[in-house]
Nanobody, 124 residues
Framework: QVQLVESGGGLVQAGASLRLSCAAS????????MGWFRQAPGKEREFVAA????????RYGDSVKGRFTISRDNAKNTVYLQMNSLKPEDTAVYYC?????????????????WGQGTQVTVSS
């Protein structure tokens, strides 16, 4: 029912910025909490950021606080992740996810729909 498509990943040098986008279709985007997760090779999927359906509240994983910003434009059915001061350890596949129930969670299993992921690679 719900499709999520990430874009904006790429190869950048340490210290650079990237802006990821996640376009949603087929559901009621304005009523969903949204999240970003990432997964590096050989590691489990890690919580990055979440945003309430209204966009008025956000939360972040400790490793990205102060550097990443999640936002959304409900009129465009899109959620964003602005990534600044990128580090090599930020290298991962980044996934967006939608939560129908409003858990506003850092837990993977709280989310109902997932995108295919977009690769972010940060070189030093």
């Amino acid at each position: 029912q719900v499709q999520l498509v990430e874009s904006g990943g790429g190869l950048v040098q340490a210290g650079a910025s990237l802006r990821l986008s996640c376009a949603a279709s087929g559901g009621t985007f304005n009523s969903y909490d949204m999240g970003w997760f990432r997964q590096a090779p050989g590691k489990e999927r890690e919580f990055v950021a979440a945003i309430r359906w209204s966009g008025i509240s956000t939360r972040y994983g400790d490793s990205v606080k102060g550097r990443f910003t999640i936002s959304r434009d409900n009129a465009k059915n899109t959620v964003y992740l602005q990534m600044n001061s990128l580090k090599p350890e930020d290298t991962a596949v980044y996934y967006c996810a939608a939560d129908k129930s409003g858990y506003y969670s850092d837990y993977i299993r709280s989310y109902d729909y997932w995108g295919q992921g977009t690769q972010v690679t940060v070189s030093s």
